[in-house]
């Protein structure tokens, strides 16, 4: 099984930056789809972004595309989300995701980083 720990998250103010990363144990996850998803209150949990488990195919939610940068560096078997340009409606919690086989969805899950960004 894998366990998923986020880390990065913070308080910044609208246009600024922040990187988040998601540490992998219990198994390694270089074959394994990442991803991040994020869910405001009120609201309902959304895609953010999606990598493959060689890097070679990255996915973005539309809201994101051009600001937010979803890497990976499978020997330390961790994943990353960088977000520039922030925007108010980016408040959120951010958690990670694994999918062992794409087709069968997400089946591990970090806890989360909260993301608060000021206007």
């Known amino acids: 099984q894998v366990q998923l720990v986020e880390s990065g998250g913070g308080l910044v103010q609208a246009g600024g930056s922040l990187r988040l990363s998601c540490v992998a144990s219990g198994r390694t996850v270089s074959g394994y789809t990442m991803g991040w998803f994020r869910q405001a209150p009120g609201k309902e949990r959304e895609f953010v972004a999606q990598?493959?488990?060689?890097?070679?195919?990255?996915y973005y939610a539309d809201s994101v595309k051009g600001r937010f940068t979803i890497s990976r560096d499978n020997a330390k078997n961790t994943e990353y989300l960088q977000m520039t340009s922030l925007k108010p409606e980016d408040t959120a919690i951010y958690c990670c995701?694994?999918?062992?086989?794409?087709?069968?969805?997400?089946?591990?899950w970090g806890q989360g980083t909260q993301v608060t960004v000021s206007s």
């Open positions: 990598i493959t488990g060689s890097s070679d195919r990255t």
């Open positions: 995701a694994a999918a062992a086989r794409p087709e069968s969805g997400y089946n591990s």
